[in-house]
Structure formats: structure tokens, C-alpha cells
Nanobody
Framework: QVQLVESGGGLVQAGGSLRLSCADS????????MGWFRQAPGKAREREFV??????????AYADSVKGRFTISRDNAKSTVYLQMNSLKPEDTALYYC?????????????????WGQGTQVTVSS
């Protein structure tokens, strides 16, 4: 059973940085590709892909809007995936979710992910 808990969100000024963490309390974390998605205010039905990483960490993928600013990484020994966010912009304001997919691939579609955390709020002020 995968149980994901995000942390690290908060309020930051534009240009600042935050690091999100997502910990899995289960024992199969290394079997899952992991992804970060976000849901902006007023877009209740849409979870936007942000970044993903394969189960071993060898491959990553990013949305164009965050490429060069965000970095996804994972520590399988700690059952944790991270999202380092630099040069934050007001348009990055959203509820950020981590998600897990039981696959060797690198999915970027929310529908490919079976397990989801509750989300952590990131607010970037201008």
C-alpha cells in the first residue's frame, strides 16, 4: 500500500525557492515512478503535470513551464521524492500533489498515476 504525504509548501516571494518533499510510508516506494502535479486556483478539474522521475531515478521529465527552474529527485532509501523549485513566479501558485505509478516508464499524464497525496499549497507573491 502506498501512502503519500507532501510537505514543504508555503508562502514565498517571486524569485524565491521552496523544496517540496513527498514521503511514502509503504515498503514499495522504489517500485513506483513518481510525479508532481499542480492544481491552480479556479482550475478545480485540471491537474497540470510538473515533473516526473523513473523508479530508479535515471530519467526525468518536466513541463516546459518549469524546465530549468524545478528539479525532481528521489531518495529510495528514505522513500521520499523531492521537488526543488527555484526562481518561483506568481503563476506557480497552486496546490502541489505528488503521485505514484507502478510502472517502469515515465508517465506524464495524471491518469497514469494510481496513488496520490493530499497536496501542499504553494503561494508565490509578486
Amino acid at each position: 500500500q502506498v501512502q503519500l504525504v507532501e510537505s514543504g509548501g508555503g508562502l514565498v516571494q517571486a524569485g524565491g525557492s521552496l523544496r517540496l518533499s513527498c514521503a511514502d510510508s509503504g515498503r514499495t516506494f522504489s517500485s513506483y515512478a513518481m510525479g508532481w502535479f499542480r492544481q491552480a486556483p479556479g482550475k478545480a478539474r485540471e491537474r497540470e503535470f510538473v515533473a516526473a522521475i523513473t523508479r530508479g531515478g535515471a530519467r526525468t521529465a518536466y513541463a516546459d513551464s518549469v524546465k530549468g527552474r524545478f528539479t525532481i529527485s528521489r531518495d529510495n532509501a528514505k522513500s521520499t521524492v523531492y521537488l526543488q523549485m527555484n526562481s518561483l513566479k506568481p503563476e506557480d501558485t497552486a496546490l502541489y500533489y505528488c503521485a505514484g505509478a507502478d510502472t517502469r516508464q515515465l508517465p506524464i499524464s495524471a491518469g497514469r498515476y494510481e496513488y496520490w497525496g493530499q497536496g501542499t499549497q504553494v503561494t508565490v507573491s509578486s
